[in-house]
């Protein structure tokens, strides 16, 4: 199953970057966008400014989301969540974790392994990352990351969770 996320991070990186190539003309340094293009501002919403690193990102993610439905479903039916929201359950305090559409003191990991049929018993939490530029792959594991995946460990305490790029699977240990 985690072949399975890596080969669907692979392909999405190589999709979004070939399909806007086409539409956009070539990147600089070849096949991926280079510093200043990922920080190129493309757009401003509700006062926030949208780079082409951030776009990448949204739209590889939704590449990655397809694969891994695509890939995934047969395999392992009704034994994974993309991108399931968590909180705190309030009956059993800091060891239990619910379904909720409440964005605030939430958690929203990108792939969540579970018992089948039942997102509430979580396996193992995977997180996707698309770093912009190609220059940032050696360390996946940036501060905000490494934070972003010590909430998730709360999610599984039986399993690191691990971050998923188009270069390899990274677990928080």
Known sequence: MEDILVECAKHAEAKVNESYQR??????????????????????????????????????????????EDRLSDKFPGNFSIEPRYRPDPESGATGYILTDTWAGSLKPDFVLHFTRNAT?????????????????????????????QDYGQLTPGCAPAVITPRRLVRLE
């Open 121 to 149: 018993r979580l396996q193992c939490v995977y997180d996707f990352k698309f770093p912009c530029p190609d220059t940032s792959w050696r360390n996946p594991l940036n501060a905000s990351v490494r934070q972003q995946l």
């Open 23 to 68: 539409r956009e003309g070539s990147f600089a340094d070849g096949l991926s966008p280079n510093k200043a293009e990922c920080d190129r501002v493309l757009r401003v919403e509700k006062g926030e400014k949208i780079t082409l690193a951030r776009e990448l990102g949204i739209l590889k993610h939704d590449a990655a989301f397809q694969c891994v």
